[in-house]
Every structure is written in structure tokens, then in C-alpha cells.
Nanobody, 112 residues
Framework: QVQLVESGGDLVQPGGSLRLSCAVS????????MGWYRQARGKRELVATI??????TYADSVKGRFTISRDNAKNTVYLQMNSLKPEDTAVYYCHPQSTPSWGQGTQVTVSS
């Protein structure tokens, strides 16, 4: 059974930073492309992806501000978020691509 546990969400002021983590179990983590998604106002958006060998992609809205990384030894994927904006407010989820598995998400709120 796949388990995805996201953490690190918080209330932060505009311009601030957060680091999200997602601990993954129940799958052979290192072979999967991992993605971070966010959902706000009923719309889910792909934020970033990382392949098993570290190649990354980003949504245009977060390029230059967010960095996705992974530690295959710890079965964990991270999302470093800098220069946060109010429009980054959302519930953030990690997701192993090509699987039906989702975690509970972690809330990020950017507000002064």
C-alpha cells in the first residue's frame, strides 16, 4: 500500500520561504518520476517534477523561485519554495507519476 506523507506547510509572509517534504513508502521510490502539485479554488496545478536521475521541470509560475529535489536513500522528495507570493497559497501534494496515489497534502498560506 502506497503512503505519501507531506509536511512543512505553514503560514508565511510574502517574500518568505518554506521547505516541503514528502515521505513515500510502499513503492520502489527511486524508479518513479515524482511530482509536486497544488490545489486552490478547486483547480489542481502541476508545480514541478523530478526524474529518478534528477532531471527537473517547473511550471512557469514558479520557475526561479521553487526547487524540487529528492533523496532516494530516504524515499523523500522536497520542494524548496522561496520568494513566496499570495498566489502560491494552496494545498500542496506530492504524487508518484503514473500511479493513482495521493497523500493528504500540506497547506501553504502566504499572507501578511
Amino acid at each position: 500500500q502506497v503512503q505519501l506523507v507531506e509536511s512543512g506547510g505553514d503560514l508565511v509572509q510574502p517574500g518568505g520561504s518554506l521547505r516541503l517534504s514528502c515521505a513515500v513508502s510502499g513503492i520502489h521510490f527511486s524508479i518513479y518520476v515524482m511530482g509536486w502539485y497544488r490545489q486552490a479554488r478547486g483547480k489542481r496545478e502541476l508545480v514541478a517534477t523530478i526524474t529518478n536521475d534528477g532531471r527537473t521541470t517547473y511550471a512557469d509560475s514558479v520557475k526561479g523561485r521553487f526547487t524540487i529535489s529528492r533523496d532516494n536513500a530516504k524515499n523523500t522528495v522536497y520542494l524548496q519554495m522561496n520568494s513566496l507570493k499570495p498566489e502560491d497559497t494552496a494545498v500542496y501534494y506530492c504524487h508518484p507519476q503514473s500511479t493513482p496515489s495521493w497523500g493528504q497534502g500540506t497547506q501553504v498560506t502566504v499572507s501578511s
